[in-house]
């Protein structure tokens, strides 16, 4: 199983472009989460998702963020119109079930930079 | 309001010294608390979780309700436990989310 990959690793942005993460979760593991992390600050919950749908999305910016996980393909983190607020880097983890009876496993990150 | 605090940006131990990585929370309900570490060039992975009460790689780590802490243990240092340790408090036992500290590095020195 060769974890879960997030790419791209590294993702260069200037002010006003959209920014597109992706998360590949684990085989058969099919609920995920998105955690931001801003420099000297530790992980903040954004979202969870199962398979097509939002399940909490209470840590989510009411703005410019979307997130979505379809039947086929990776999750998708979406940023709108980046601001320099907004590099960070975002780890997707993702596990086999629901709540805390289950580990979640991190990806290695994306390190967004907004110029 | 939900939180986890770790007042230790940097702790730097010799190798064979003991060591606690601190670690307080605030949460309204009954807590579910976990303690993942990050090896340099690794992924954030799971450590241990106060419910399982066992002992990783040396470390424990004992949920204390009265002080609201779960600071992490270990008798004897090793410069392999060098990494940075985030304690994380479980805010939903439906949707598994979990609240972070903001992490400690942990440097074993020879």
């Known amino acids: 199983n060769a974890g879960v990959m997030q790419n791209p690793r590294h993702l260069v942005r200037r002010r006003g472009q959209e920014a597109r993460l992706r998360c590949s979760p684990m085989?058969?593991?099919?609920?995920v989460y998105w955690y931001r992390q801003l420099p000297e600050e530790g992980l903040k919950f954004m979202v969870y998702?199962?398979?097509?749908?939002?399940?909490?999305e209470s840590g989510m910016p009411k703005e410019r963020f979307s997130a979505e996980f379809p039947k086929e393909g990776p999750s998708i983190l979406r940023i709108q119109q980046v601001v320099r607020g907004d590099s960070a880097a975002y780890f997707c983890?993702?596990?086999?079930?629901?709540?805390?009876?289950?580990?979640?496993?991190f990806g290695p990150g994306t390190r967004l930079t907004v110029t | 309001a939900q939180r986890v605090t770790q007042p230790e940006k940097l702790l730097s131990v010799f190798k064979g010294a003991p060591v606690e990585l601190k670690c307080n929370y605030s949460?309204?309900?009954?807590?579910?608390l976990f303690w993942y570490v990050q090896y340099s060039r690794q992924r954030l992975q799971l450590l241990l979780r106060?419910?399982s009460r066992e002992s990783i790689k040396g470390f424990t780590a004992d949920l204390n309700k009265g002080e609201t802490s779960f600071h992490l243990k270990k008798p004897f240092a090793q410069e392999e436990d060098s990494a940075m340790y985030y304690c994380?408090?479980?805010?939903?036992?439906?949707?598994?989310?979990?609240?972070f500290g903001q992490g400690t590095t942990l440097q074993v020195k020879p």
């Open positions: 983890a993702s596990s086999p079930g629901v709540g805390t009876a289950y580990e979640q496993y």
């Open positions: 085989k058969g593991h099919s609920h």
């Open positions: 998702l199962q398979k097509e749908n939002i399940i909490d």
């Open positions: 949460y309204s309900g009954s807590p579910e």
């Open positions: 106060h419910i």
């Open positions: 994380a408090l479980s805010g939903s036992s439906n949707t598994g989310k979990l609240i």
